[in-house]
Each structure stands twice: as C-alpha cells, then as structure tokens.
C-alpha cells in the first residue's frame, strides 16, 4: 500500500534542493509556495533502509528528532504549494520515514552498552517459502536480529505521536493505545548487526483442522527436524536474506508431491523469532497477495485515517474476503500456495502476520526488508520481491491480487504478465476508487492496456471474485462491467476508467490528486 505515497514523496524529495533548505519546524504552518519544474530522476535523497532515515546524524533528545521529521515534511509540503492538507503532507511519511536507527534509540532511551548486552535477542522471522532443487529444499531464510529497549511509557506515547495525526495517543481507547504502543516499540529497537543466526526446524502442525483444509491449510511432513546455521552473519542493520539448502530426511520430495509442507522454523536463542515456513512444490498455483485495502481496510489513501488503521485500531478484514480465500484454500487442488507480499517495512510488520493467520489461509510473506538499500533498484522494491518469487518459481502460475491505489502495483503486475506470460493465471484488481469517494488519487492503467483482457478482471466487492474457474484460468466474471480505459484514470478529474463516476471532489481533493498526479508522471 505504502509505496505509492512514499515513492511519490520520494522521488518529490530527490528532485528537489528544498529537502535540504532551511528549517522551519512546523508543519501546520502555511507552506512556502514554490515552483514544480519538470522533473529530473536522480538516487534518492532518502533511501529506504534502516539508517536511511534523515534523524542518522542526529544524536540526542527526542525533541530533535520529532524536529528533524518536522523539517523534512514541511520542505516536501512546500514542493506541492499551496493548500496541501498538513496531514496529507506531515501523516505518510512519518509513517514510511521516520524509522529511527539503532544509534537513536540508544541514545534517546539513554541506554549504555552494558544495558543493551543485558537486554534478551529478538528476531523478526518472516515466514520463508522454498522451492525444490537438484539439492533438496531450498528455503529463503529472511528476517532481522534485534533488541527491544525498555523505553518508559511516556516516553513511547510522545514517540507514538509522531505517527499519530491530529490525534493524541490520551484520547484513543485503551485497546487502540495498546496497539499504538506496541508498533511503536517495534519500531524503536535496535538493530543487531554482524550477528550469527541459526535455526531448529521441525515439522508444523497443518492448520487443515483449525483453519482451512487444501493448501493453506498444508500439510504436515512425516520428518524433517534440524538444526541449520544461516551461512552468513546479519548485516549492520540485523537483516539476513538468503536461500539455505535444507537436506534432511522426513521430508517429502518436491518431485513427489504436489501438497505443500509446513515446518516451524524457531531462531535459537529468541523467543520470539518463530516463524512457519512453507515448502512449496514446483507446480501449482500460487495466490500473490498484497495486503492493504485488498485483505484488510487501511484506507491508505486517506492518509489520516489510514495511519490511524494502522497504528491504532485492531486489523479487521476487508467485507468478506476472509471467505473467498477460505474457499480458494478449500476448493483449489492441494499444491495451491499462499503468499503475502507487502512493502510495509519490516520492522511494522509483525501486526500484518498476526492478522492474516487468523483471518487467512497460511502462507508465506514478504515485506520491505530492512537492508533495501543493498539492492539497486531503491525504488523497485515491489518488483524485486516479485521478480524473486517469480524466479524460484518458474514453473507456478500465479494469481496476483491487490487494489488500484498502488500506482507501482498498476506497473509492474501486468508488466509481470507482459515478461512472463505463462507465470500469470490471473490478475485481480479491486478498484477502491470506483467504490470509496474519498479516494482521489489517480491511477494509471496504461500497462494493461498490451494484456491479454481474459487474464484480469477489475472488481468491487469480494462476491465479484465468486464462481470465477481460476484453475481453470477463468479470471473475469462477465456480470461484472468492466470499463476500462488505458490511461491515467480519475475519478475526481472526471477521468474515468476501470470504474464509475463519483461525485466531484473538494478544492483540496484536487490537490491532493494533482499531487499524485505530479508523482506518476515522474
Ligand atoms: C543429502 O544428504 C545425504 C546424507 O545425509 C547425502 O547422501 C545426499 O547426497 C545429500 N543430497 C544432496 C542433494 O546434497
Ligand atoms: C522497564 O522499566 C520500568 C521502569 O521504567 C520497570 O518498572 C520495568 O520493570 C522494566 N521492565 C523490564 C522488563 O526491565
Ligand atoms: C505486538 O503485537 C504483536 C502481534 O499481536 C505481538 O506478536 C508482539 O509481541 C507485540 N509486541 C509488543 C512489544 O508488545
Ligand atoms: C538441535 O539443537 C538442540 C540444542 O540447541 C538439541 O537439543 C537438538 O537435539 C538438536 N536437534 C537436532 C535434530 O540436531
Ligand atoms: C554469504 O556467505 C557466503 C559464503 O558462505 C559468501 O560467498 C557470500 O558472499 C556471503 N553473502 C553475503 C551477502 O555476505
Ligand atoms: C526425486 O528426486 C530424488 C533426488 O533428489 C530422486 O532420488 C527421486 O528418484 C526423484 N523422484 C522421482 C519420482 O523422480
Ligand atoms: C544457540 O545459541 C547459543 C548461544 O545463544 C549457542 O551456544 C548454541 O550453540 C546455539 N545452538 C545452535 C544449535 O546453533
Ligand atoms: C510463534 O509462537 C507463538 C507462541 O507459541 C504463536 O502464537 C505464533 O503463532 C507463532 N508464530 C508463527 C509465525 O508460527
Ligand atoms: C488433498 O490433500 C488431502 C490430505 O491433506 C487429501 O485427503 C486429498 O485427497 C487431496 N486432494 C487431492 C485432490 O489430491
Ligand atoms: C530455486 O530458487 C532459486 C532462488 O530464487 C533459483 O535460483 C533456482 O533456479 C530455483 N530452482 C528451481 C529448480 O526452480
Ligand atoms: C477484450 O478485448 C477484445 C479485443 O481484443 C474486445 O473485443 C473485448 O470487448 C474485450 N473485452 C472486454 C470485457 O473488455
Ligand atoms: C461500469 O459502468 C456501469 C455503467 O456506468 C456501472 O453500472 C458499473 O458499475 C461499472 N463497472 C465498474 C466495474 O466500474
């Protein structure tokens, strides 16, 4: 979800010297009105890792932080001119941003290095899939090694304020206060870099029994237990990312099976690094799912209250998607595989498993790592998760699903069936801008234009997505009118496409879209 506005806020800070200009520390006040020019694609001024954040040579007190995001928004708030809403400019950055290095938190909780070598090893496992190889069971380990600090309370709501808008985190309700502070803490933590990480697998229970039978439910291998050392030590800020060759007897054979297998994945010496890894044979569907306004409400593009989706209220599941994906599960043959791919940064996303194995069929995850910066293309973080599932699955078909609020999602899914062809089953959109006035964001749907149009279907509610043959490579429910135009699209500007008229929007509705607009262009 996340990508969209943080790539536009981005490429908006790279294209301009502003970012850098002088501080003007509140973001409420009217900001300066300045030229848009045609813009020019140069690195990022920000990156997107862990100590990307513009607070690295800051050293301190909270105050100079909190400042530090200040200053930076309101330069971007001054890119788009005029009466740019401060939430529309101060909410979603913060939100992508604002992460703090490990040297940060350390300082602002006061913390020595003695404090912090007592503190017990945590480590965020982000539930691996594997492919079957010439050797053996190949699972991509990934995740990152940390510590949680012990910040006090206050401390940690005048930090949850930083993600809050125009909300104080006093006047939310005790359970929304709760998740507001354990994302902050999540956030806070310091990155445990150069470590050794092993694993002890062991076979998982199938979720056939509690959850739903077929394959994400998966099933239970008859062996398989282990103890593996990942082969590298975690970079400087914790991550580690890497395929593990996991030959162990008890398994059962890629070559021999077409269910998928599960094994619990523990990293020793933690408590809380458990994960479900998924072995996934190598033909068969995979359903490749992003998960903000597609699985669960964020409402991503109204920022406030997206944050406020995000930080504070409990997930609760788009309409009844929960039940199409059961029915998938139940109804697609057993090889059927589940993933979830979100560019939320890693650090945000344990919230996102928790949901979605209680809400989902079980299946594995990707998220935005933490050590993007390692990969060249910055920007592309979609499309390099993408291109590696797609790799270690060469002979999977996939099923992509998301909604049209992610302009890189617009791009790079049917850029996906246009490069591989025969990977894509089907490719499903819900188009929230023809169904949530409050959407105005344009998008584009220029790519879809070269797709073949029996392999993606634009829809509005989860029903619409019922009796379609998916394995049967039915992607599109004739009773659901299409409309489609190629082309940037706007509800709002009267451009429409995949979607109806709404009403028209407010002065600011404008901007806020000719901001967007300003971005796809770029
Ligand atoms: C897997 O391990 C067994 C011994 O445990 C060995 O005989 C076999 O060659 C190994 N297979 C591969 C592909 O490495
Ligand atoms: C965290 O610090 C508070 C005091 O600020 C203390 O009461 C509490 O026991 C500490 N918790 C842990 C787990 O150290
Ligand atoms: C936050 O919530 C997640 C999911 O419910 C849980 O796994 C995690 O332990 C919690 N973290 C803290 C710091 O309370
Ligand atoms: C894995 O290591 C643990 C100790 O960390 C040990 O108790 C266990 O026997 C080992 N398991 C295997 C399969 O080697
Ligand atoms: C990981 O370790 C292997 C050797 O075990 C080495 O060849 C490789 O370059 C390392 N990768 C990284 C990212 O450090
Ligand atoms: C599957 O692969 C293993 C080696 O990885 C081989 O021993 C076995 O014969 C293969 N099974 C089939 C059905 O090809
Ligand atoms: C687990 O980690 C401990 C130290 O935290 C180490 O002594 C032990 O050897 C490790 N076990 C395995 C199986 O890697
Ligand atoms: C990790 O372990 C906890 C406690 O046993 C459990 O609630 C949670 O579902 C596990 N997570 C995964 C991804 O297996
Ligand atoms: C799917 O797997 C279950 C066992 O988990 C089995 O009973 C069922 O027959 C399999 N279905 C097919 C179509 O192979
Ligand atoms: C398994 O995945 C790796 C990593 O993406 C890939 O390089 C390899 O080609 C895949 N193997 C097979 C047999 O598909
Ligand atoms: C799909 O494209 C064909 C032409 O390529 C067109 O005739 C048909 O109307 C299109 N179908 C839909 C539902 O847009
Ligand atoms: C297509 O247009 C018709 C008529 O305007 C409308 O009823 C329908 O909801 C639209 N379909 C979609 C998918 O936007």
């Not at 930076?72 to 939430?87: A, E």
């Not at 269910?259 to 072995?279: P, S």
Request: charged share 20%.
């Amino acid at each position: 979800m996340h990508y969209k506005m943080s790539q536009w806020l981005l490429l908006a800070a790279a294209n301009t010297a502003a970012i850098h200009a002088a501080a003007i520390p509140d973001p409420t006040a009217a900001p300066v009105q300045v030229e848009v020019r045609a813009p020019i694609i140069t690195p990022a001024a920000i990156r997107f890792d862990g100590s990307h954040s513009y607070m690295l040579d800051r050293r301190g007190k909270i105050e100079d932080i909190l400042s530090g995001v200040n200053d930076k928004l309101h330069s971007i708030g001054s890119i788009l001119g005029t009466d740019v809403p401060s939430y529309v400019v101060s909410g979603v950055p913060n939100f992508f941003q604002g992460f703090p290095t490990g040297d940060d938190v350390k300082s602002k909780a006061s913390l020595k290095d003695d404090d912090i070598d007592a503190l017990p090893t945590s480590a965020l496992n982000i539930p691996p899939y594997a492919n079957w190889t010439d050797d053996g069971w190949n699972v991509r380990f990934h995740g990152n090694v940390y510590k949680m600090p012990n910040i006090s309370q206050d401390t940690i709501d005048d930090l949850a304020g930083i993600f809050l808008i125009d909300v104080d985190i006093k006047d939310l309700s005790e359970s929304e206060k709760a998740n507001a502070r354990n994302l902050t803490k999540s956030i806070f933590i310091i990155q445990q870099g150069d470590q050794d990480v092993s694993f002890h697998l062991e076979p998982a229970p199938s979720q056939g029994s509690s959850g739903e039978p077929g394959g994400g439910g998966a099933v239970t291998p008859p062996g398989g237990s282990q103890n593996i050392s990942f082969p590298n030590k975690t970079t400087g800020l914790g991550g580690f990312d890497a395929f593990v060759p996991i030959n162990v007897s008890g398994l059962l054979l890629g070559n021999e099976t077409d269910q998928v297998q599960r094994l619990n994945v523990y990293t020793n010496g933690t408590v809380d690094g458990n994960a479900t890894a998924f072995l996934v044979p190598p033909e068969g569907i995979t359903i490749l799912s992003d998960i903000d306004d597609i699985l669960r409400v964020t409402k991503i593009y109204e920022p406030k209250e997206g944050l406020l989706n995000s930080f504070a209220k409990d997930f609760r599941p788009w309409e009844n998607m929960p039940e199409i994906y059961a029915n998938w599960s139940r109804s697609l043959p057993n090889s059927t595989h589940f993933h979830y791919l979100t560019t939320t940064p890693e650090q945000a996303t344990r919230n996102y498993m928790d949901f979605i194995y209680k809400t989902y069929p079980g299946g594995s995850f990707d998220t935005r790592p933490l050590n993007f910066s390692d990969v060249s293309a910055t920007l592309s973080i979609r499309r390099y998760l993408l291109n590696k599932i797609f790799e270690t699955f060469p002979r999977r078909k996939f099923v992509l699903v998301a909604d049209n609020s992610n302009s890189d999602i617009m791009k790079e899914y049917p850029q996906l069936a246009l490069d591989r062809p025969n990977q894509i089953q089907c490719i499903l959109i819900r188009n929230t801008s023809a169904t949530d006035e409050n959407n105005v964001f344009p998008y584009d749907t220029k790519v879809f234009e070269k797709v073949d149009n029996r392999t993606y279907m634009f829809f509005k509610v989860p029903d619409d997505l019922k009796g379609l043959d998916i394995a049967g490579g039915q992607c599109r429910n004739d009773s659901i009118a299409q409309n489609v135009t190629f082309g940037l699209q706007d509800e709002v500007l009267g451009i429409h496409g995949a979607g109806e008229k709404l009403k028209g929007g407010a002065p600011v509705s404008f901007v806020v879209a000719l901001a967007a607009s300003i971005f796809l262009i770029l």
